[in-house]
């Protein structure tokens, strides 16, 4: 296995960041996903475990900056949802379309944590994927900003970033806060997070507005979730009420601990193999 970084063009001509997991070429199966991460991650964080094990068991992997993050170009740190499904469906098409040995009719989609819900409505807009899988996913905008937060924590950061609209309806400037300032931490969260990332204080309105959970039903291709029943950064229920409105082929895997990290650490042999095995039965 070996990587490859590599760029694509997005939105307005932006530049964007990506890399590329190749798989050996006697194991090469021809096949590969794109991967989606999380509530401003970087292609360096989290996809980087299970791009390489999918990698070893033969599938070309793609991972990427979203624009504005990362080493991709764009409006830094303003996190607007609707632009990640584009990048998402532009990723996927960069795949099927310029990655030599590449068979476009045999393509996947995998997202973790926020990236579940921008891969969820992806793989609805776009005829590329075969198969989606979807880790401790976000799979409803506005319910879970309110679940982890008090209702006053809940109505100011919402009254905060509809100021910060009108402040640049007024100004033409984009307020940057702290990621955290959004997406609210647990204890352990704070642990997990503990680098400082940017993020635009506006992002929060976008995100209550963002509800991949529309699209369940219109889902055409076979969804393996993946869920943490112990999740405390984004509850279980974001899992099953987006699992029970799939009409498609589906299966659920919820595991009893772990956390929302669990797909990360210690349970990321077991994700591998969920998701290789997931992706052997509908990639062809």
Not at 128 to 153: D, F, K, N
Not at 171 to 181: D, F, K, V
Not at 237 to 260: C, D, I, S, W, Y
Not at 262 to 284: C, I, K, S
Request: include cysteine; glycine fraction near 10%.
């Amino acid at each position: 296995m070996k990587t490859r970084d590599f760029h694509f063009f997005s939105g307005p001509g932006l530049r964007l960041a990506g890399r590329l997991y190749l798989p050996d070429a006697h194991n090469d199966l021809h096949a590969g996903a794109v991967f989606c991460h999380g509530f401003g991650g970087v292609k360096e964080g989290v996809p980087v475990g299970l791009c390489t094990r999918l990698a070893q068991a033969g599938y070309t992997m793609l991972s990427f900056d979203y624009r504005g993050f990362g080493a991709s170009e764009g409006q830094r740190a303003l996190l607007l949802p609707q632009d990640q499904i584009e990048d998402t469906v532009t990723a996927l098409e960069y795949l099927a379309t310029q990655v030599p040995g590449i068979d476009p009719a045999r393509i996947g989609i995998y997202g973790t944590s926020f990236g579940g819900g921008i891969a969820a409505v992806a793989a609805a807009q776009s005829t590329r994927p075969r198969a989606l899988v979807m880790t401790v996913p976000v799979t409803s905008g506005s319910h879970w900003l309110r679940s982890i937060c008090r209702w006053y924590e809940f109505e100011m950061l919402r009254q905060r970033a509809v100021a910060a609209i009108a402040h640049k309806a007024a100004t033409g400037e984009i307020e940057i806060g702290e990621r955290l300032e959004i997406m609210v931490p647990d204890p352990r969260a704070m642990t997990r997070y503990a680098e400082h990332t940017p993020m635009a204080i506006e992002t929060a309105f976008h995100v209550l507005n963002h509800e991949p959970i529309a699209h369940a039903s219109a889902l055409a291709i076979p969804v393996l979730m993946l869920g943490a029943r112990d999740d405390s950064l984004v509850p279980y229920e974001q899992t099953t009420m987006f699992f029970e409105r799939v009409t498609a082929p589906k299966r659920l895997e919820a595991f009893e601990v772990g956390n929302h990290w669990l797909f990360y650490d210690e349970g990321l042999p077991r994700a591998a193999e969920l998701v290789t095995d997931w992706f052997a039965q509908n990639l062809g």
